[in-house]
């Protein structure tokens, strides 16, 4: 599973790029899906602090 998170427009020119897409390295569905919310919420967070 890749997930992706679309760069807020006042980052791009800092982050150089439009999506983030990252590999959780798990084949279980469910334990993805946890893992894509957790990630998820600490790259929004880490975007509200740039």
Request: aromatic share 6%; charged share 20%; glycine share 4%.
């Amino acid at each position: 599973m890749f997930p992706r998170i679309t760069v807020p427009k006042d980052l791009l020119t800092t982050i150089s790029r439009k999506e983030l897409r990252y590999s959780l390295k798990t084949g279980n569905l469910s334990k993805a899906k946890a893992m894509a919310r957790l990630l998820a919420g600490q790259i929004q967070l880490l975007f509200s602090l740039m």
